[in-house]
């Protein structure tokens, strides 16, 4: 299974920052890039079109969509479907993040719609799952994921292939904090994830990849996808320089 190395974006960067980046990141990384990693960059929808024309024809580089709704055209003011998405040549879209559950109000219901119906318009998903500090604090971890897991692949069919289907598990109160969660914390979150995927779609879980996101940086990206169960990693603010992303890409 090929390390997933993901770059969220969020609502950073022009058409050319997100084209001078996106050239700095193939000089620093692509030529090195190890045989078992793929780069993913999620820039906004209006710098996807720039990175996804750098990426052309660079081997192992991935451009997604940071969300997507869950209808393939009509009225739905300010959207933009994975047809759209895969039309400007991104592959893979986001769900369900921290930010559109918490900031923008999504239900566990419209992160489950969009995730089956991405998959089905042939984008490959990453689901975003993780839990808010009061719920760790209350014991509620395994809750919070096991729901946010059933629920998000509700609709997604047993037999998906399985590295289309990705899982990103990102602790809330590690987001943009400086605050990432330990070891120990992530190989049980992780080790949990997996467990729940395998009771959904059994052995083709193990084929699946996950995440992790959260405060991930160059000085500790190396320990981090070291850990048994994570296949990658998903990155914010470190991911905004090409040359701190690389490090991360190439750690
Ligand atoms: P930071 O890496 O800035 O903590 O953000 C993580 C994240 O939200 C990636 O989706």
């Known amino acids: 299974m090929k390390k997933l190395m993901a770059a969220n974006w969020k609502m950073f960067k022009t058409w050319d920052e997100a084209q001078a980046t996106a ?27 720039a ?17 997507f709704y869950c209808r393939e055209e009509g009225a739905f003011t300010g959207e933009i479907a994975p047809g759209m998405l895969l039309d400007l040549g991104a592959s893979f879209g ?10 923008i109000g999504e239900s566990d219901q419209l992160v489950g719609e ?3 119906f991405g998959l089905a318009a042939g984008l490959s998903v990453i689901l975003c799952v993780g839990e808010l500090i009061e719920e ?26 399985p590295k289309r289907l990705c899982v990103a598990y990102e602790p809330v109160w590690a987001i943009g904090t400086g605050e990432v969660a330990g070891p120990g914390e992530i190989l049980e979150a992780h080790a949990f994830v997996r467990k729940t995927l395998v009771a959904i779609f059994g052995d083709n879980a193990n084929e699946m990849r996950v995440l992790y996101g ?12 070291a850990l048994d169960n994570v296949d990658g990693v998903l990155v914010g603010g470190a991911s905004l320089q090409g040359e701190s992303f690389s490090q991360i890409v190439l750690a």
Do not use: M, W, Y
């Open 23 to 49: 050239l700095e990141l193939v000089d620093l990384a692509a030529a090195s890039l190890p045989a078992d990693r793929e780069v993913l960059v999620c820039p906004p929808f209006t710098s996807l079109g």
């Open 114 to 116: 969009k995730t089956a």
């Open 94 to 103: 986001l769900t369900g993040h921290s930010e559109r559950r918490h900031v």
């Open 136 to 161: 760790r604090r209350a014991g509620r971890v395994e809750e919070v994921l096991e729901r946010q897991l059933r629920i998000g692949l509700a609709g997604v069919p047993r037999d998906i292939e």
């Open 214 to 225: 959260g405060s991930v940086k160059p000085s500790n990206c190396a320990e981090i996808i």
């Open 51 to 67: 990175v996804a024309e750098v990426f052309a024809g660079v081997p192992r580089f991935f451009t997604g969509g940071q969300d």
